[in-house]
C-alpha cells in the first residue's frame, strides 16, 4: 500500500503559478503510475495528467502545454507544475497512484491523496 499526501494548493491570480506536491509513505511512486485529477464544485473527478512507470507524462487536453508533472525520487514526491492559470482550473487537486499503464479514469486509480484547493481568481 501507498499514502498519499499533497500540498502546496492556495489562492493565485489569473496567469500566475503554483506547484502542487504529492507526497508518497508506505511504498516508492517507482512501483506506480501516478496521476493527477481534479473537482470543481459540482462537477464530477476529472484527469489532468499523469506519470507512467518509465517517467513519461501524459496531460489533458485542457492544461496540454501549461502543466507540468515530475518526479523526485529522492523525495519520494510528484509534482504537479502548473503555469497559465486560468479560473476554470480553479478546483480541489487530487493526487493518485494506479498499477496500471497510463490510465485516465477515477476508477482505474488504487489510491488517493486528500486533496489540496487550488482557486484562481480573475
Known amino acids: 500500500q501507498v499514502q498519499l499526501v499533497e500540498s502546496g494548493g492556495g489562492l493565485v491570480q489569473a496567469g500566475g503559478s503554483l506547484r502542487l506536491s504529492c507526497a508518497a509513505s508506505g511504498r516508492t511512486f517507482s512501483s506506480y503510475t501516478v496521476g493527477w485529477f481534479r473537482q470543481a464544485p459540482g462537477m464530477e473527478r476529472v484527469f489532468v495528467g499523469g506519470?507512467?512507470?518509465?517517467?513519461?507524462?501524459y496531460y489533458a487536453d485542457s492544461v496540454q502545454g501549461r502543466f507540468t508533472i515530475s518526479r523526485d525520487n529522492a523525495k519520494n514526491t510528484v509534482y504537479l507544475q502548473m503555469t497559465s492559470l486560468k479560473p476554470e482550473d480553479t478546483a480541489v487537486y487530487y493526487c493518485?497512484?494506479?498499477?496500471?499503464?497510463?490510465?485516465?479514469?477515477?476508477?482505474?486509480?488504487?489510491?488517493w491523496g486528500q486533496g489540496t484547493q487550488v482557486t484562481v481568481s480573475s
Open positions: 506519470l507512467r512507470l518509465i517517467g513519461t507524462t
Open positions: 493518485a497512484a494506479a498499477t496500471k499503464v497510463a490510465p485516465r479514469t477515477v476508477s482505474q486509480y488504487d489510491y
